[in-house]
Structure formats: C-alpha cells, structure tokens
C-alpha cells in the first residue's frame, strides 16, 4: 500500500495557483477584485510584456495593517467572509483566501500598503511564497501590489502562454469587464507605458464609451427595468447592431462579471427573430438579484454562478429584452415583486411573460401557461401549432438542462450543416479522364452541351464546367503566389476587440500571401488597402466579419477555406451562364480546358459532366432487355 503524504503549503500552494492563476489575466482579475472589496474608486493597472513580466495594481482602498502582511499570502486567509453563514450571502468578488497565496507561489511578490490610521506604510517582498520580508515604507494610503517574474519557478506553465500580445489582449479584455461592471469607479490600465483605457467614474455612459466608443452608445438600447425581483439594466444592441462572435456581451451579476447560460439563452432567444447567419447580439447588462438566491461558490474562478430558480431569472431577461426590441413601452414600466422566490414561481403575479402573442410575417408567438413554467409556441397563418421553440418546466429537477437541449440540438445541427458546406466548397479534383475523341452534337437547352465518342453520350453543364475552369485558375494563382492585386480607391478601416485583434495580427502574413493587404493602423485598428483583383468586388465587411465568426470555438472558419468559399462565388458569377448560346469556337475552349475530365464538380459539389452509356439508351428503346 503506498504511504500516505500530507502535502508542505509549498506543494499545496502551487497546486493551488494551477486552478486560480492559470495566466497573467487571473492574476489581473484577482488583484482588481481585491481593490474593489476593499472600497476602493481609483484603480491603476499597469502590465509589462503581457503581463509576464510584471503586472502593477494600485488602488486606493482600505489598505492592508503592517500586522496582517504575512497572513495576506496564507491559504485560506481572507477578511471577506468568518463563518459558514457567510458563504450564503456572498457580497464581494473574492472569498476564497486562494488568490494572493497562489500569485505569491509562483512570483516574485511585491505589496506596499498603509491604512489610513497608520502613519507610515509596510511593504511586504516575497520570492515563490517563501523568505518573506517585511519593513517598513513610504505609502500612500490604500496598496500597490507588483507582481514580477510570473510563473519564473513553474516553466511547465510559463512555455504554455500565448504570446506577450495575445496575453495582453487576454488581460484588456479583463479590464475592459471592470470598467463596463464598475461605472463608478475610476480606472486607468497601461501596457508597456502606453495608455490602453481610461474611465473617470463618472456613470455607466462614460463607462460604456471609454471601452466601446462614443459612437456605440447610438446603436444601443438603455433599458432600466425589473421584473420579480430581477433588476436589469444596461445597454443592448439595437436590431441593426449586431457582432460576428460572442466577445462583446458582457453580464454582470451583483456587480460580479459571469458566463451563464441561462442569461445568454434569454438574450438570445429574445433576439431570434431579429438576427441573421453568423450574427450575435450585443449587450452589456448588469442584473441584480438577492444574494441569497444565487450560488457562486461553484468554481475557483467565480465566473459561473448557479441560481436557485433558472425560470424567474430567464423569464425575467427574455421579457424585458424582447419587450425593448419590440418597441412596446410596456419595457420600460415593468411590474416586480418584493423579492426574487426561490423554489417557486408567483403565479399571482406572472404578467406578459406567461400571455404574450407578437407578430412576425403572418405567425404568432404565445406563452401558455401549463406546468407552472411557460412553453413558448410557434403558430402557423392558420392557427396550428407549428413548433415548440423552448419548454421549461418547473416540475423537473435540473431545468438549466432541460430547458437548453433543443437549443443545442439547433447549435449542433447548424455545425454539421456548415462541415458538410466546408467539405463541398473544398471538393477536390476527381480523375475520371476520356481518352477518346469526343465528338460535339449540339447545345441542348441553351445549357447542356452534347458530345459522344462512338460508345457513350456526354452531357456537359456548361455553367457548371466554366466555373469549375475559373476556379482550378484562381487557386493556382494563389498556389504559385502569382495574385494581380488592386488598390483600393478608398482603404477600409475597421475597428476590433482584443481578442479579434490577437487573432488578425496572427493571421496578416497569411493574409497578405493571398493577395489581401492589410495592416495595424493604431489601437485595434486595421486597414485593408489592396485585393486580389478576381475578388476585388469582395464585400470586405462581409468577409471579415466571417473570419471573425465565434472566434471562441475552436472549429471557427479556417482562412484559406474562407478564402476559397469567396472565390468560388466570384466564379460562379464570372461564369457562363444557363441559358447563354454558345459558339463553337467557346465549346471547343471549354472541353481543352477541362483536359477530358469529366470526373470534375463545380466548387459548390455539382457534377459537370454525365455519361449516358450505349447500353442504357438501347434499353430506353426495348432494343434489349
């Protein structure tokens, strides 16, 4: 039997730092998480070589006494919470006691703080959680935290970061979430001594356009509402505003930053009917709900949270979205109850989220109210059921499950359906080469051309067939890095996030291979100047928006099949056309250029060519059996 260990806190607190502190992001979320349990309204965030070389906090909150350094950097130390009872009324961001003993473990570790009733400050140095000093110092009230030399004693960790940039994005996007979940805080965040984003504490309209822009704040809806206990407001793209992937919606629960699903499925429900293929809507919401009604001890890094009703807190999202996005002022004056319940719903009081009827093109959607929970019906022009979109019932006892399954049935048969696209739009070259000379009959229909070679028939679709040729040219061009490529009258400029910049500075030299000059032109912005000239008619907006599509998802849209998908589209328009009459000089062209092989499909997976054979005609006509 092997010997039982009792672990050293040196051990522990490596471990530890595994789950809280998996890259320079964790390490910014959970020091600006302590600034602001500590009452603190100006925060000041600076990051060298993203993050991995240091990463400077300054705060001006309580402050941390000379007396309490050492226990700061302890496991399990934390002056959030003293006793069980707490862990069911958690107010603040952070509670477990993990996050400075597990930086500490895998840093070199700076804290300088002073109270405000102590008269000078105490710094606090450590190296990997050990050899701890502490003296004296010159403080400002509140604490600056610096944290040097991430991951120097765990290697294995440190070789699996992303580059300094792309951990730079990884930590913008971080402060981007504080400052949207904090309008009245005031936060200033550089990146190797250059100013990134700054906010003065002044409102959440300041607070939204210090990260998105002024320009947003008038494609957006403001809504203010509440609905049986759950208060909702903040800012939610209008019909028209929408986003190619999910990393501009931003919820905030209590002032907590999460990732729910619950939340997103209401959002995204409330907006079907409005959005397009390959489009998300854009929210940034701040819900509040009593504390006791919501678990969010369930993970290490507290971005997922658990309910004690998913139905109220769904039902309460998805009618204040909708009823704002349907224009109805009924948005803006939606009645509450005294408090949020917690294992049953009020149906005294259940309002248009369980009787509403909105039109679309001809078909009504109502909410019954059967089971105590609503089931959402999509009814036809004639007033028969067509469809159940959403089923949540109060009966079952893991409703986040249930009520999701048939939205992630819709998300998993659009993937299969945009694999099987992907493979068509890549179809390769089959060789199914005619020897024998083929002999031109005729032009049937003005599409299919017609030839024999003394045993067989061919029918050829010449638009198929063209297309086909136009596009085995284009990608050889780019094969053999011979693209013409055409300036633009005016260059495209465009703006992205941190995460969408990340992944287009990892993608400009593939891009400018294909014939696609593009450029950084300032903070998160590009610029497109040139094109290949056989695609440069290209809907840049479009194509852009596509590679960015749900960049989050590892089976996003690969470049070069993207690329492709447009150049085929292109062929297809160049092509010659069903119904064109043809030359025999342009026939004659077209069977050289096809080279004999009739094996070819067009770049959609359409057959060109169809051989009838001598044996099947002699049956169509009885001359054998």
């Given at each position: 039997?092997?010997?039982?260990?009792i672990?050293?806190?040196?051990?522990?607190?490596?471990i530890?730092?595994?789950?809280v502190v998996?890259?320079?992001?964790?390490?910014?979320?959970?020091l600006?998480?302590n600034s602001?349990?500590?009452?603190a309204?100006?925060?000041?965030?600076?990051?060298?070589k993203?993050?991995?070389?240091s990463?400077?906090?300054?705060d001006?909150?309580?402050g941390?006494?000379k007396?309490?350094l050492?226990?700061a950097i302890?496991?399990?130390?934390t002056?959030?919470?003293?006793s069980i009872?707490?862990l069911?009324l958690?107010s603040?961001?952070?509670?477990?006691?993990?996050?400075?003993?597990?930086?500490?473990?895998?840093?070199?570790l700076?804290?300088?703080?002073?109270t405000?009733?102590?008269?000078v400050?105490?710094r606090?140095?450590?190296?990997?959680?050990e050899?701890?000093e502490i003296?004296?110092y010159p403080?400002m009230?509140g604490t600056?935290?610096?944290?040097?030399?991430?991951?120097?004693?765990?290697p294995?960790?440190?070789?699996?970061?992303?580059?300094?940039k792309?951990?730079?994005?990884?930590?913008t996007?971080i402060?981007?979430?504080f400052?949207?979940?904090?309008p009245?805080l005031s936060?200033?965040?550089?990146?190797n001594?250059k100013?990134?984003y700054?906010s003065?504490?002044?409102?959440e309209e300041?607070s939204?356009?210090?990260?998105y822009?002024?320009?947003?704040?008038?494609d957006c809806f403001?809504?203010?509402?509440?609905r049986?206990?759950?208060?909702?407001?903040?800012?939610i793209?209008k019909?028209?505003?929408?986003?190619p992937?999910?990393t501009?919606q931003?919820?905030f629960?209590?002032?907590?930053?999460?990732?729910?699903?619950t939340?997103?499925?209401?959002v995204?429900n409330a907006?079907?009917?409005?959005?397009?293929?390959?489009q998300?809507?854009?929210?940034?919401?701040s819900?509040?709900?009593?504390?006791?009604s919501v678990?969010v001890?369930?993970h290490?890094?507290k971005?997922?949270?658990r309910?004690?009703?998913?139905?109220i807190?769904?039902g309460?999202v998805?009618?204040i979205?909708?009823?704002t996005?349907?224009?109805?002022?009924e948005?803006?004056?939606i009645?509450s109850?005294?408090?949020?319940q917690?294992n049953?719903?009020n149906?005294?009081d259940k309002g248009?989220d369980?009787?509403?009827?909105?039109?679309d093109?001809?078909?009504a959607?109502?909410?019954?109210?059967?089971d105590?929970?609503?089931?959402?019906?999509?009814f036809?022009?004639?007033?028969?059921?067509?469809?159940t979109?959403?089923?949540?019932?109060?009966?079952?006892?893991?409703?986040?499950?249930d009520?999701?399954?048939e939205?992630?049935?819709?998300i998993?048969?659009?993937?299969k359906?945009?694999?099987?696209s992907?493979?068509?739009?890549?179809?390769v070259?089959?060789?199914?080469?005619i020897?024998?000379e083929?002999k031109?009959i005729?032009?049937?229909?003005?599409?299919?051309?017609?030839?024999d070679d003394?045993?067989d028939?061919?029918?050829?679709d010449q638009?198929?067939?063209?297309e086909?040729?136009?596009?085995?040219?284009?990608?050889?061009?780019?094969?053999n890095?011979t693209?013409?490529t055409?300036?633009?009258l005016l260059?495209?400029v465009?703006?992205?996030?941190?995460?969408?910049?990340?992944?287009?500075c990892d993608?400009i030299l593939?891009?400018?291979?294909?014939?696609?000059?593009i450029?950084?032109f300032?903070?998160?912005?590009?610029?497109?100047?040139?094109l290949?000239?056989?695609?440069?008619d290209?809907n840049?907006?479009e194509?852009?928006?596509?590679?960015?599509?749900?960049?989050?998802n590892?089976?996003?849209?690969?470049l070069?099949?993207?690329l492709?998908e447009?150049?085929?589209?292109?062929?297809?328009?160049?092509?010659?056309?069903?119904?064109?009459?043809?030359?025999?000089?342009?026939?004659k062209?077209i069977?050289?250029q096809?080279?004999?092989n009739?094996g070819?499909k067009?770049?959609?997976g359409?057959?060109?060519?169809?051989?009838?054979?001598?044996t099947?005609?002699?049956k169509w006509?009885?001359r054998?059996?």
């Amino acid at each position: 039997m092997s010997k039982i260990n009792i672990l050293s806190s040196k051990i522990y607190n490596r471990i530890a730092a595994g789950e809280v502190v998996e890259r320079p992001a964790s390490v910014v979320k959970e020091l600006v998480e302590n600034s602001i349990d500590a009452g603190a309204d100006s925060i000041f965030i600076d990051i060298e070589k993203g993050g991995t070389a240091s990463i400077k906090i300054t705060d001006n909150g309580s402050g941390i006494e000379k007396s309490e350094l050492k226990k700061a950097i302890m496991p399990h130390a934390t002056s959030k919470i003293s006793s069980i009872k707490d862990l069911d009324l958690i107010s603040s961001l952070g509670f477990r006691g993990e996050a400075l003993a597990s930086i500490a473990a895998v840093s070199k570790l700076s804290i300088v703080s002073k109270t405000r009733e102590q008269e000078v400050g105490a710094r606090l140095y450590a190296e990997g959680g050990e050899d701890v000093e502490i003296t004296d110092y010159p403080a400002m009230d509140g604490t600056e935290i610096t944290v040097n030399n991430l991951f120097f004693n765990t290697p294995a960790r440190e070789k699996f970061l992303k580059t300094d940039k792309g951990e730079e994005s990884e930590i913008t996007s971080i402060v981007a979430k504080f400052i949207l979940g904090n309008p009245k805080l005031s936060f200033k965040y550089t990146a190797n001594g250059k100013v990134i984003y700054q906010s003065y504490g002044d409102g959440e309209e300041s607070s939204f356009a210090a990260v998105y822009g002024v320009n947003a704040l008038t494609d957006c809806f403001y809504i203010d509402s509440e609905r049986n206990g759950v208060k909702v407001k903040g800012y939610i793209g209008k019909h028209y505003f929408t986003k190619p992937n999910k990393t501009y919606q931003s919820v905030f629960l209590n002032g907590r930053y999460i990732v729910n699903l619950t939340i997103s499925v209401a959002v995204m429900n409330a907006y079907s009917a409005y959005m397009m293929k390959r489009q998300y809507p854009f929210y940034v919401l701040s819900i509040t709900v009593p504390p006791d009604s919501v678990d969010v001890n369930v993970h290490p890094n507290k971005i997922d949270v658990r309910f004690s009703n998913n139905q109220i807190v769904y039902g309460a999202v998805y009618s204040i979205v909708s009823k704002t996005l349907d224009g109805t002022s009924e948005a803006l004056n939606i009645v509450s109850t005294p408090e949020l319940q917690k294992n049953n719903i009020n149906t005294s009081d259940k309002g248009d989220d369980y009787a509403t009827y909105k039109s679309d093109h001809g078909s009504a959607v109502r909410s019954d109210k059967s089971d105590l929970g609503f089931k959402k019906i999509v009814f036809n022009d004639s007033g028969k059921k067509a469809q159940t979109i959403l089923d949540i019932s109060e009966s079952k006892p893991e409703p986040a499950v249930d009520i999701f399954a048939e939205n992630k049935a819709y998300i998993e048969k659009l993937e299969k359906e945009k694999q099987a696209s992907d493979k068509q739009n890549i179809t390769v070259q089959q060789e199914i080469v005619i020897e024998k000379e083929l002999k031109y009959i005729g032009q049937a229909l003005n599409t299919f051309l017609i030839f024999d070679d003394g045993t067989d028939m061919y029918f050829i679709d010449q638009h198929a067939a063209h297309e086909r040729i136009l596009y085995d040219k284009f990608n050889d061009r780019i094969k053999n890095n011979t693209i013409d490529t055409q300036m633009l009258l005016l260059p495209y400029v465009f703006e992205v996030n941190g995460t969408e910049y990340e992944f287009l500075c990892d993608k400009i030299l593939l891009l400018n291979s294909m014939g696609i000059d593009i450029a950084e032109f300032g903070d998160n912005t590009f610029k497109v100047s040139a094109l290949p000239v056989l695609i440069a008619d290209l809907n840049i907006k479009e194509f852009f928006d596509d590679l960015l599509f749900d960049i989050g998802n590892l089976k996003n849209i690969e470049l070069t099949d993207l690329l492709k998908e447009k150049i085929a589209q292109k062929a297809c328009k160049a092509a010659i056309k069903a119904g064109d009459k043809l030359e025999e000089s342009d026939i004659k062209i077209i069977l050289e250029q096809i080279k004999g092989n009739l094996g070819l499909k067009c770049p959609h997976g359409r057959p060109i060519a169809v051989r009838i054979t001598r044996t099947e005609i002699d049956k169509w006509f009885k001359r054998i059996v």
